[in-house]
Protein backbone atom coordinates (compact mmCIF):
# COMPACT_ATOMS: atom_id res chain seq x y z
CA UNK A 1 0.00 0.00 0.00
CA UNK A 2 1.66 3.06 -1.17
CA UNK A 3 -0.04 5.45 1.67
CA UNK A 4 1.33 3.53 4.06
CA UNK A 5 4.96 3.57 2.62
CA UNK A 6 4.34 7.45 2.45
CA UNK A 7 3.77 7.05 6.38
CA UNK A 8 6.59 5.47 7.16
CA UNK A 9 8.69 7.34 5.09
CA UNK A 10 6.99 10.25 7.39
CA UNK A 11 7.78 8.71 10.69
CA UNK A 12 11.45 7.96 9.96
CA UNK A 13 11.74 11.50 9.01
CA UNK A 14 9.66 12.85 11.88
CA UNK A 15 12.23 10.48 14.24
CA UNK A 16 15.25 11.76 12.51
CA UNK A 17 14.74 14.94 12.81
CA UNK A 18 13.78 14.81 16.71
CA UNK A 19 17.03 13.45 17.62
CA UNK A 20 14.88 9.70 18.55
CA UNK A 21 17.22 7.55 16.10
CA UNK A 22 20.22 8.43 13.34
CA UNK A 23 19.63 7.78 9.78
CA UNK A 24 22.91 5.97 10.31
CA UNK A 25 21.42 3.27 12.35
CA UNK A 26 18.91 2.82 9.85
CA UNK A 27 20.37 -0.62 7.57
CA UNK A 28 22.12 0.41 4.64
CA UNK A 29 19.33 -1.31 2.38
CA UNK A 30 16.81 0.92 4.42
CA UNK A 31 18.59 4.26 3.86
CA UNK A 32 18.83 3.06 -0.04
CA UNK A 33 15.36 2.76 0.05
CA UNK A 34 14.50 5.75 1.83
CA UNK A 35 16.79 8.15 -0.58
CA UNK A 36 15.70 6.69 -3.86
CA UNK A 37 11.78 7.27 -2.87
CA UNK A 38 12.78 11.13 -1.44
CA UNK A 39 14.51 11.61 -4.83
CA UNK A 40 11.86 10.07 -6.89
CA UNK A 41 9.16 12.19 -4.55
CA UNK A 42 11.11 15.70 -5.29
CA UNK A 43 10.96 15.43 -9.07
CA UNK A 44 7.37 14.16 -8.93
CA UNK A 45 6.85 17.49 -6.63
CA UNK A 46 9.31 19.64 -9.59
CA UNK A 47 6.43 17.61 -12.35
CA UNK A 48 3.90 19.25 -10.40
CA UNK A 49 5.00 22.58 -9.71
CA UNK A 50 5.94 22.56 -13.65
CA UNK A 51 2.69 21.45 -14.56
CA UNK A 52 0.59 24.43 -12.64
CA UNK A 53 -0.84 22.48 -10.23
CA UNK A 54 -0.95 24.31 -6.83
CA UNK A 55 -3.77 22.72 -5.28
CA UNK A 56 -3.30 18.87 -6.26
CA UNK A 57 0.05 17.19 -5.53
CA UNK A 58 0.79 13.92 -7.10
CA UNK A 59 3.07 12.67 -3.77
Known sequence: DLE??????DV???LVE?????Y???PEAARQKL???AI???EIE???GLLGD????LV
Open 12 to 14: VSV
Open 46 to 48: GLS
Open 18 to 22: RGVIR
Open 40 to 42: ARA
Open 4 to 9: LVRVLE
Open 24 to 26: TDL
Open 35 to 37: DQR
Open 54 to 57: DEHH
